[in-house]
């Protein structure tokens, strides 16, 4: 395990040096066994925007009030695989299948995301994110969206 996250904290440190996170800040995510998220929010707010937020409760405030959250999200809750796939479809801008364009239902933004390769299809909507899941459906997703301020 200790040999998988040293090649994923590598793998994954350009996105530290894109987005203003530090590599401390990647390493505590890598390390969470659920995602918070206010985490979550931050970092996909830092690499889709062009203006980041000022700090993580900046991010998760402003997703909050974009409705890219669920209304009774909260900041240290763990984020599940549905709510994740439906912020990071609204933060970069994703046009979904037709289902999720008539809906906009987190259903069908989860369902695109898996669809596109940047979730496991091992994947529950339900099920909490770990960090190493998060960072890796975040790169997948910056390296197909090309997303780079």
Do not use: H
Not at 36 to 63: I, K, Y
């Amino acid at each position: 395990m200790g040999k998988l996250r040293c090649v994923c904290f590598f793998f994954l440190l350009p996105l530290c040096v894109a987005f203003g996170q530090t590599s401390a800040d990647i390493e505590e995510v890598l390390g969470e066994r659920a995602v918070t998220c206010e985490q979550a929010t931050w970092f996909t707010l830092a690499a889709a925007l062009d203006s980041q937020p000022a700090n993580p409760q900046a991010a998760f405030t402003l997703a909050l009030e974009s409705g890219w959250l669920p209304a009774d999200a909260q900041r240290s809750a763990p984020i599940n695989g549905g709510s994740l796939a439906y912020l990071m479809m609204k933060a970069f801008d994703i046009n979904g299948g037709i289902m999720y364009r008539l809906t906009g239902n987190r259903r069908y933004a989860y369902r695109e995301m898996k669809y596109r390769g940047y979730i496991d299809a091992s994947a529950y909507p339900n099920r909490a994110v770990s960090g190493e899941q998060f960072l890796q459906i975040l790169s997948n997703v910056i390296n197909d969206e090309g997303r780079t301020r």
